[in-house]
């Protein structure tokens, strides 16, 4: 998922000189009032976006860890008895039905 990189704040360009009043410096600050206005009205609506998308990620998390509890809550209660999944004899026990006697032998590498 890709994710603009905000813009990087840059401070008004001021000059040193004091510009004369006249029509075209009052036309060049609306000009430059009104790139600022789209700028800020453009970060706003992607704001607006990340939120709203931010929220839906949100709630798909709410609705994950609900069926996560849920499914924990479910494998908690044991239904059956837990019945024994192995045999497993003692030592020196002997099976029924064998009469094999087995030695003990020392295998070395």
Do not use: C
């Not at 709630?59 to 849920?70: P, Y």
Request: no cysteine; charged share 25%.
């Amino acid at each position: 998922m890709y994710f603009r990189r905000p813009p990087a704040r840059s401070a008004p360009k001021i000059s040193t000189m004091p510009r004369q009043q006249s029509e075209s410096a009052h036309y060049l600050d609306i000009y430059k009032l009104t790139v600022e206005k789209k700028r800020l009205q453009q970060e706003l609506t992607e704001l607006d976006q990340r939120r709203l998308h931010l929220q839906q990620r949100l709630a798909t998390l709410e609705t994950q860890v609900t069926q996560l509890a849920q499914s924990a809550e479910t494998l908690r209660q044991p239904t059956m008895p837990a019945a024994p999944r192995s045999v497993v004899y003692p030592p020196n026990a002997k099976v029924k039905g064998s009469n094999a006697t087995f030695e003990m032998l020392t295998l070395e590498y």
